[in-house]
C-alpha cells in the first residue's frame, strides 16, 4: 500500500492538504532540472523561460523514465528516453515518435501547485490533487514589512517530527543551549499553559518572558509553522528580539529539510547594523546554537516515540501530536475510501 | 571573507551595543572615542557612521 495513503505514512512524510517549503529559491537555476525528494514524493522542479517555478512528479508519462535526465525546453520537458515533451500543466504536448497518438493532449503528469515566498519554493500537496490549493499564509515576520530577515537552510539525519517536537519544547533553550550568546539567563524551571488561538496555539512561560526561550507558536492551517523568539543581549543593537518563522519537510522518513528564517524587526540605520553584525558575526553564533539542536535530533533513537515518560514541559508536543495524527487518520481514510459506486435501482 | 577593518568595526559596535548604547548619538560619539575610523581617516559623524553601515550591511531582503 502507498504509504501516503496510511495515518503512520502520513505522519512520517507529511500531511496532505498542505504547502511545505521544499527548498530555497536559488536552488533552481534558470535552464535547469533539479531533483528532490520531497513529502514522500519524487519532484523534479524546474523554471521556464519567465522564470515561474513549476515542480511535478519526476516521472515521464511514457514508461517512467526521469523526466530530470531530460532536456529543458524552454516552457517544456522532453524525456531524454523517447522524446516525450510534457508542459508546465503536466499535458503531454508532443509524442515525437508515434506523432498523433493518443498520449498527445492527456494531462497525465502530477503536477503541484507550486509558488515562491520569501527566498523559498513551495509546493502544494492536496488529498485531492484535482482541488485548488488553499491560500499560502504566512506568520507576520515572514509577510514583509517592517522586518528583516535572513534564510537559513539546512538538512538534517533525523525524522521531520523530531524537529517539529525540538521547537515546540522551549525548555531545553535553558539547558542545551545555555552556553550560547543568547539563551544563558533566567530559570531552569518553569510552569507553562496553552493559550489556543485561531490559527493553532502558543505554549508560554507563566512566569518568564523575554529571557530565555519563553514561548513559541504553532500554527497551523494551508502550511505549518513554529514560530519562536529569544531575547537578544544588548551586544546586538538596537531593534527588537531575534525571531525564528520556521518551516519542515520530509526528504525520507529519517531526513528532512529545515527552513529558518531568521528576524528582527527593525528599520532604519538599526536594521543596517543588525545586517552587518549578522552577516561578520551573529550568523556563526546562530548557526552554532542550532547545531546543538541538530546533534541532538540526529543522534535521537528511532523508537524514540515508543519509549517516552513525558512530563509538563512537553503538553505543547502531546497536543501537537494528537492534532497531526487525528487528522492523519481521517486524510488516509479519504485517501482509502472505495469510489462510491452509483445506486442500484430496484426493480 | 570580511576585512580586518570590517571585524574591527564589528567589535567596536558590539562593545558599545554591550554598554547599554542604543542611540545613534551616542554611538557615533563612542566610536570616536575607540580607534576605529573611515578609510579616509577622520571623525565619524551621524550621516558618514549611517551611510557606512547601509554599505556593509549588503543586499536588501529579496521576496
Ligand atoms: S520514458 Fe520518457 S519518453 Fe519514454
Ligand atoms: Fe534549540
Known sequence: MNPLHTTEGLLRFGLRDRWYPLCPSEHVRTGELVRIDRAGEQLLLWRDAAGTVHVQEDRCPHRGARLSQGVHMGDRIACNYHGVQVDAEGTVVSVPGSPGCALEGRRVLRTFPAQEHAGAVFAWFGVDESAPP????????????????????????????????????????????????????????AVFQIRVTDTGFVFEKTDQRGVNFDWVEFTHGGADWVTLEI?????????GPFTIVAGLCAISENRHAGFFWRCREVSGWERDSWRFLYRNRLEARHYAVLEQDREMAEAMPADAWDRENLYQHDIALVRMRRLLKAEAAKQAARLTEPATAAPVPVA | MPSSYENAFGDELEAIYGRGVHDLPGV?????????????GEDWTEPSFTAELARLSGTENHS
Do not use: Q
Open chain 2, 28 to 40: 557615533v560619539a563612542a566610536l570616536n572615542a575607540s580607534g576605529v575610523r573611515p578609510a579616509g
Open chain 1, 231 to 239: 531575547p537578544y543581549p544588548d551586544t546586538a543593537g538596537p531593534g
Open chain 1, 134 to 189: 488553499a491560500t499560502l499564509e504566512v506568520p507576520a515576520p515572514i509577510a514583509g514589512g517592517a522586518w528583516s530577515r535572513f534564510l537559513c537552510y539546512v538538512e538534517w539525519n533525523a525524522p521531520y517530527l523530531y524537529s517539529l517536537d525540538n521547537l515546540l519544547d522551549p525548555m531545553h533553550g535553558a539547558f542545551l543551549h545555555r552556553n550560547s550568546h543568547t539563551m544563558f539567563a533566567g530559570k531552569r524551571e
